[in-house]
Structure formats: C-alpha cells, structure tokens
C-alpha cells in the first residue's frame, strides 16, 4: 500500500506532510519552503505558475493571479457576490449559480483552481518519496457545511487524488499535539484563525482516544480581513488626500493587499511600520506616492470587532462541551493569524492561562493529516479520532416545524432514522424537505434538499409508514433517504453542493437559535398543539364511524358536541380554546367507553383515543405536497 499523505489546502498557505516511521515529516516544496502559497497565475503562453513563483508576479498580473479562492468554495455565485468585489480577479457567474473565475473567456470553479495547488502537493511529496502518490488526507475549516466538504473532496480528485478521508482543521492540530501524550487524559481548546476561516474546538484526549465534545467558528474570518481593515485604511485617507480610489485600479489593489500583509506581520513583532507605496497611481499631473506609518494600536484598533468577533464561537463552543475555563488544561494556537499579539492575548484573558507554544501554527494541521493518514493505512496504532458534526439535520414535518433527526455536535460517521407518515387520506406522495439548522421552525432553517417519494398506495392518513434516514460519514458528508417500508419502495440523494450555506446564515442561525429560544419554544408548542387537534379529530371521527351505534344516545351527542367545539377552535387556531376542547372531548369519550364497559361490551378498548394516541407511536405527519 502507498503512502497516504496528509494536506493542509488554506486559504493562504497549503502544506504538505507524511508519516516516515513513527513520525510526520513536514515536506519542503521545489523553492526549499515548507508552506507554498495558495496562489495560481495564469502568464503568458499558457503557463500556470503555482505558490511562489506565482505571488512572485502578482503585482504586474493581477487579473490573472488567483488568491483565497477556498473563500468561494462549495458556494453559489450569490452567497459571495459580495467576497468577489473584494478580489482583484474578475468572479462571474456560471452554471448552476456557482462562482466562476474568467480567464480570458475560459472560466474555471473554484475546485479546479484548488486542484492546482493539490497538484503542487502532490508533486512536492512525490519528489521527496520517489513514488507516485494517489491518496490523501485533506483538511477542510471544522465549520465547513457540507456543500464545501465535497467541493474539497472534489477538487482532490481532480488533482488525481482519492481523498481517504475529510479531517477537520482543529481536529487535525489536536492528533499532532496529543500523539506523544497518550498516556495522560486531558481537554483541550485549538483556536484556528487561519487565512480565511476561524474555527474552535474542544477535544477530551485520554488513551490514544482523541474525542471531539464541541466545535464552532466563522467561515468567513480570517487573516485576510484583517489585511482588508489595512487595505480599506489605506485606501481611505489616499481618497481623502488624493480624491483617487486605489481600490478600483486591479495593480494598485494588488501592491495595497501586500503591503496590508506586510505590514500585519511587522506588527507582530514591531509598535510600528511604514507603509511606503512609491508610484502607486499616477494623474495627469503625475506620479503619486502613498507614504503612511501604522502603528500596532491603530491596527488593534482597526480591527478590534474581528477579534471580538472571534471570541464569541469560542464562549459557545464551551458552553456546548458542558465545560468551563477551569476545565480546559492546554490551550493550542493554530493557524498562522494567531501570531497576532491581541489574539493571543483575547485567547490567554479568555482562558486565564497561557497557550502552548509546542506547535507550529504553519504546520500543525498537515502533520495531523499525515498521522491520520498513518491511523488508516495501519501505520499509527491505538488511536481514534470522534469527530462531529457542526449544524443540526432533520425534516419539515406538519406545522411547520423542523424535526432533528441528527443534533449539532453529534460524534460522527452517524446514522439516524425516523418513521414519519402522511397528512392525508390516499396521499400518494411525500415530499421530503432537508434542513440545516437550530431554529424550531422549518422556514427559519436553510433547506439543503428536497426530494419525493412517490407510489405510496392509497390509504388513510397516519398509516404508510415512511423512515427517513440521515446517514453522515467520516468526511461530514451527508446522505439523505426515505423509504415506503409497507412497499419497500425508496429514494435517496446526496446533498448537492450547489445547496451550501454562507457563513452569515450559519452564524445567524446561530445566533437567532439563542436569541430567539422563548419564541422558538412557544412557536413550536402551538404547532405541536395544532397538530394535536388535527389528530384528535381525525381520529375521533374514525371512532365515531367504527362504534357509535354502540354508545347511547346522550354519549354520542356529548362527544358529537364535544367534536364540533374542537373543529371550531383549530379552524380558529386559538391554542387555549384547543386545549379546553381536547380536555372536553376527552371527558366525553371517558364517559362514553365507561358507559359501554358497564354494559358488558368487550373488545372494544380501543375506543377512547388519548391525546398522545392522536399522533400513534413515534410517527409524526409530514408536511405534503401531491405532485400531479
């Protein structure tokens, strides 16, 4: 068997390692460095420079250099029409609203743009091996949904790679700190602020067990938006003194996002930088120079809403594990944007404590990638890695209301199912709605999918038996069927990746899931106790058919009566007069059965039907749509 290798595909910078023995090598690419830059140039005559020789000649190509392009996968062309202004290359939109980049009239998606630097990877293991390579490990943001997950994994193929297995990022740097310290049980925080994501986890390590219990983030921040506070400072005061815009000329915008980058990192170690840009645009009264001194309390100060806008997923993340600060023993910084004095010191205030300084922020997630792997070709003994799942799954069923299947943070590969059945006599077709989200109600949720089941033989409401199944694998790559188990009929889909979500709508859902949980809780209890009624008459008017000769008169005009009041106050949808009526007919259906059963009548039990019976045994009614 080959080697599998383990890659780090960033939004800045990818990185490439393997394990050689009982340890993981980080490879040096053909310039001699250990980390090659996400960045594809297309030059003239066909040429496609990949890493630094294509940063090298940015400035004098830039719509033709592509950069941070993971920002755009597994997105559609509307999910970031505001990331592509940003960008000095020209984003357009393709088939099936995806984001396409043009080059010269030949538009390319953001998976085969990836390939290339996969391919870099690639071939950078292959001349340290001397051997073909045709599997790997790939790291992908824990916060990643699944429409980017597949994107990752597709590119990978493209680049001539099966990927073995999709690891989260923070995941990744826990397996390369924790692999020389099985033996002791800790937790452990990885905050991952990378190129263009943000992620944290909470990890329970103990005997080679690496078990995830939580995981948050921002697939939308990064250190890219902190050169672009720099970049919008910048260009800011040139538009004030200069009446020019440097930010709508590509080769200004260009030398503006290295000179951002340059001066980000200066600050990591100095107070203060100069930002010298000569000719930077010229006028007709010629040449104009851009000349600034940033210091590091400006820039804190520019971007102090990012960091805080960091610190919030790590507070929840904790909050999900069921932990506290006291609880956490090592703090692990990943990423090469934690190298950022304020980030560093948010985290340390956060925890009270300090981060460990055991890792290489650069290289620590493709070291973990080789080490799992090493866990799945054999090569690395007694360890297992439980991850999870980011965002809850399930159904629009009646009313309205989403119905989890799967909770976020769920140990994944997982696999759950549930029976549903219709809403309607002689329904013969389902429709199955897929979410994504936190919210109780199925409109404020991002649909993933939908999909019919069609065929179902006619019969009364509540009877075909339908079991949805949610299927997650390893990858956090989600499977979706539906089953007619009375004519083993089914269908299934595989989420496409046309269906992802932003990071705004994650991070929204997020926050309208806490924000909103009291008018969740009462939304859902009054579709609860909607469907409750819906129930109690269907099946009030099936018992009334099947035994109403067998009650007295006076019992059957009590629970006639009882059924009109009920009718009246669902139609009406007013929760109290629902309530009063069930309680109602419920007492009419009690005297009417005590009544029979006092006349000797046998067999017929069944009679009385309770409000939880109205719903049968853990089957809930799908919302429908009868296609024609």
């Not at 290339?116 to 490990?137: N, P, R």
């Not at 007709?284 to 600034?292: D, E, R, T, Y």
């Not at 205030?349 to 973990?368: L, T």
């Not at 179902?456 to 409401?461: L, T, V």
Request: hydrophobic share 40%.
């Amino acid at each position: 068997m080959g080697k599998i290798i383990g890659i780090d595909l960033g939004t800045t910078n990818s990185c490439v390692s393997v394990m050689e023995g009982n340890e993981a090598v980080v490879i040096p690419n053909a310039e001699g460095k250990r980390t090659t830059p996400s960045i594809i140039a297309f030059v003239e005559g066909g040429e496609i420079k990949v890493g630094d020789p294509a940063k090298r000649q940015a400035v004098t190509n830039p719509t033709k250099t592509i950069a941070s392009i993971k920002r755009f996968m597994g997105h559609s062309f509307s999910e970031v029409s505001a990331e592509a202004k940003r960008v000095s290359y020209k984003v357009v939109k393709g088939d099936n609203n995806t984001p396409r980049v043009d080059i010269d009239g030949r538009l390319y998606t953001a998976q085969e743009l990836s390939a290339m630097t996969l391919q870099k990877m690639k071939k950078t293991a292959e001349d340290y091996l001397g051997q073909t390579v045709t599997e790997a490990v790939i790291t992908v943001p824990a916060y990643f949904n699944d429409a980017q997950r597949q994107a990752t994994k597709e590119a990978g193929e493209i680049a001539g790679l099966k990927v073995m297995r999709i690891i989260n990022e923070p995941t990744a740097a826990a397996l390369a700190y924790g692999l020389d310290k099985k033996g002791k049980d800790q937790k452990i925080a990885v905050y991952d602020l990378g190129g263009g994501t943000f992620d944290i986890s909470v990890l329970e390590l103990g005997d080679g067990v690496f078990e995830v219990l939580s995981t948050n983030g921002d697939t939308h921040l990064g250190g890219d938006d902190f050169d672009h506070e720099i970049i919008d400072w910048l260009a800011a005061e040139f538009l004030t003194e200069e009446g020019i815009d440097l930010r709508l000329d590509p080769m200004s915008l260009q030398r503006l996002k290295e000179a951002a980058e340059k001066a980000k990192i200066e600050l990591s170690s100095s107070a203060e930088t100069e930002i010298n840009l000569p000719y930077v645009t010229a006028t007709a009264s010629g040449p104009k120079h851009l000349v600034k001194k940033l210091t590091r309390a400006q820039f804190e100060k520019l971007t102090d809403s990012l960091v805080k806008r960091s610190m919030a997923p790590v507070a929840k993340a904790l909050k999900d594990a069921g932990l506290t600060v006291s609880d956490i023993d090592e703090v692990i910084l990943v990423g090469g944007s934690t190298r950022m004095p304020r980030i560093a010191d948010e985290v340390e205030k956060f925890f009270g404590k300090k981060a460990s300084k055991g890792v290489n922020p650069d290289e620590v997630v493709a070291i973990g990638a080789a080490i799992q792997g090493g866990v799945l070709s054999g090569d690395v003994k007694d360890v297992l890695l439980l991850d999870v799942t980011p965002l809850s799954l399930g159904i629009e069923t009646m009313g309205g209301v989403l119905t989890k299947l799967i909770e976020s943070n769920t140990t994944i590969p997982t696999k759950k199912s549930q029976v549903f059945s219709t809403a309607a006599d002689s329904q013969p077709t389902v429709e199955i709605h897929v979410l994504q989200g936190d919210r109780a109600m199925a409109v404020d949720n991002k649909t993933i999918g939908r999909f019919h089941l069609d065929g179902i033989p006619p019969a009364p409401r509540g009877v075909p038996q339908i079991e949805v199944t949610f299927d997650i694998d390893a990858n956090g790559i989600i499977k979706v069927s539906a089953t007619d188990k009375g004519t083993g009929k089914s269908h299934d889909i595989r989420i496409e990746a046309s269906s992802g979500l932003t990071a705004e709508e994650i991070e929204r859902m997020k926050k309208d899931a806490e924000a909103n949980a009291d008018s969740d809780k009462l939304l859902r209890e009054r579709a609860e106790k909607l469907n409750e009624a819906d129930g109690m008459i269907f099946q009030t008017e099936t018992q009334l058919k099947e035994l109403g000769s067998k009650l007295s008169d006076d019992n059957k005009v009590a629970v006639e009566y009882a059924l009109t009041e009920l009718r009246m106050a669902h139609q009406s949808q007013d929760i109290p007069a629902i309530q009063t009526a069930l309680d109602n007919i419920n007492a009419a259906w009690k005297k009417a059965t005590e009544a029979m059963y006092a006349q000797g009548e046998q067999g017929q039990g069944e009679a009385q039907p309770q409000g939880d019976a109205a719903q049968g045994d853990n089957v809930e009614d799908v919302e429908f749509e009868e296609v024609k």
